[in-house]
């Protein structure tokens, strides 16, 4: 089965330090992997997806087929990315349906 | 553009007892998804339409969960009866079209207490 894991339910990072949070996919196919955001009080959004290959808000992601992984990262952190993280996956021919990771909250420390 | 629309915001209700929950996605999105999350889950499909047709509804659970979009426009999800489980936020999403390549932009939820 089609599978998102996300190993950190919490990240803590001090402000201006660098940002990892980890994905890791199972799936057959040729995947198409997103990163969503919810912010304090504001609805789910999409940050950004594989393909687009752009940075938003200072954040990126590389799809490392090789080792199914989907890390956002960010060089250095502001406190206004504190916010709860979802690693997701497309599936293709299933009407790209897609699943959703349990998600990490990152906590920027000022 | 107004967002997507979801009433209500919150819902209490006792095991056994029926509740519905309505969306109004932004408008001329085509596809409209009703998600369900649970306490430190991601959100899980429950079911999509495109347009008034069912698209995808493989994880809805029939026995008790229903979902129409009867004018292309607006949905309702209804649970009938709940239980415990069902304590979720519910989550309504929509796009212009079905497919990856369409943005999925979400309303605020319905948070569900089932006691």
């Known amino acids: 089965a089609q599978r998102v894991t996300q190993p950190e339910k919490l990240l803590s990072v001090f402000k201006g330090a660098p940002v990892e949070l980890k994905c890791n996919y199972s799936?057959?196919?040729?995947?198409?992997l997103f990163w969503y955001v919810q912010y304090s009080r504001q609805r789910l959004q999409l940050l950004l997806r594989?393909?687009s290959r752009e940075s938003i808000k200072g954040f990126t992601a590389d799809l490392n087929k090789g080792e199914t992984s989907f890390h956002l990262k960010k060089p250095f952190a502001q406190e206004e990315d504190s916010a709860m993280y979802y690693c997701a996956l497309s599936e293709m021919n299933r009407d790209d349906k897609i699943i959703f990771g349990k998600g990490t909250r990152l906590h920027i420390l000022p | 553009e107004a967002g997507v629309a979801q009433s209500p915001r919150y819902k209490i209700i006792e095991k056994r007892q029926s509740v519905a929950f309505w969306c109004n996605p932004i408008?001329?999105?085509?596809?409209l998804y009703w998600y369900q999350q649970i306490l430190g889950q991601g959100p899980k499909l429950l079911i999509q339409?495109?347009?008034?047709?069912?698209?995808?509804d493989s994880q809805l659970p029939k026995d008790r969960f229903s979902a129409e979009r009867l004018k292309g426009v607006d949905s309702t999800l209804k649970i009938q009866p709940a239980k415990l489980e069902d304590s979720a936020v519910y989550l309504c999403?929509?796009?212009?079209?079905?497919?990856?390549?369409?943005?999925?932009?979400f309303g605020p939820g319905t948070r569900l207490t089932v006691t």
């Open positions: 594989h393909i």
């Open positions: 339409f495109q347009n008034n047709g069912v698209v995808d």
């Open positions: 799936y057959s196919g040729s995947p198409e």
């Open positions: 999403a929509s796009s212009l079209g079905a497919g990856r390549g369409y943005e999925q932009y």
């Open positions: 408008s001329g999105h085509a596809t």
